[in-house]
């Protein structure tokens, strides 16, 4: 199911990226990587540099992934069982975002990584379901809370870029036209970081 949102990203954004799966972990996996006394998360996307070599794994909790393959396809999953779409869909953003920035030479931060896996969970869930794209936009950015364990910084930095995203989706969804949408939103894609989140700051005002 993975590949199945990571092929639905790149046909939004035109892009293309390693396959996910392959970089997929399992929650035993994660346990050898961290360590025992995690804090227990939807998702987590591990990134390692060593001299020189970048790695990157994705974990995405296992009643998540079970979910999604019971809803069957995405669409279904988009409304039946949203925490699982949205979890799966952070977690293939982010290693999305990180190859880009890794083909660019860019830096990438936290608060555009999650910004970006916002606009990403909205969008996808709404070219699959257009007809409820003000439930759907409010389920995101009005209605999810943050989870437990987080720190404050952390907790700053995900409302922050619950806030971005909002401003962004609200007036992308305004547009008069699927093709309007794509094109904002692979002009956006390509940007820099500091224009992106200027972009997402100046909407959100």
């Given at each position: 199911m993975l590949r199945r949102i990571q092929a639905h990203l790149e046909a939004i954004y035109r892009i293309d990226a390693p396959d996910v799966t392959r970089f997929q972990i399992d929650a035993k996996q994660l346990v050898e990587i961290m360590g025992p006394g995690l804090r227990d998360a939807d998702e987590w996307v591990l990134v390692r540099e060593e001299s020189g070599v970048l790695d990157l794994a994705v974990f995405v909790a296992d009643d998540h992934m079970d979910a999604l393959e019971s809803a069957g396809d995405l669409r279904g999953?988009?409304?039946?069982?949203?925490?699982?779409?949205?979890?799966?869909?952070?977690?293939?953003?982010?290693?999305?975002?990180?190859?880009?920035?890794?083909?660019?030479?860019?830096?990438?931060?936290?608060?555009?990584?999650?910004?970006?896996?916002?606009?990403?969970?909205?969008?996808?869930?709404?070219?699959?379901?257009?007809?409820?794209?003000s439930i759907l936009w409010r389920?995101?950015?009005?209605?999810?809370?943050?989870?437990?364990?987080?720190?404050?910084?952390?907790?700053?930095?995900?409302?922050?870029?619950?806030?971005?995203?909002?401003?962004?989706?609200?007036?992308?969804?305004?547009?008069?036209?699927?093709?309007?949408?794509?094109?904002?939103?692979?002009?956006?894609?390509?940007?820099s970081g500091a224009k992106r989140l200027d972009t997402m700051r100046r909407l959100a005002a």
């Open positions: 999953a988009a409304i039946t069982e949203f925490s699982a779409f949205c979890a799966a869909t952070e977690g293939v953003s982010h290693f999305l975002m990180l190859i880009e920035r890794i083909r660019r030479s860019e830096p990438v931060s936290l608060l555009e990584l999650e910004a970006q896996a916002e606009v990403d969970k909205f969008i996808s869930a709404r070219f699959h379901h257009p007809e409820h794209a389920r995101l950015f009005r209605e999810a809370e943050c989870c437990d364990g987080l720190t404050e910084e952390e907790v700053v930095r995900y409302k922050e870029a619950a806030r971005l995203a909002g401003g962004y989706c609200a007036v992308l969804d305004d547009a008069p036209n699927v093709d309007h949408i794509l094109r904002t939103l692979r002009s956006f894609w390509r940007a």
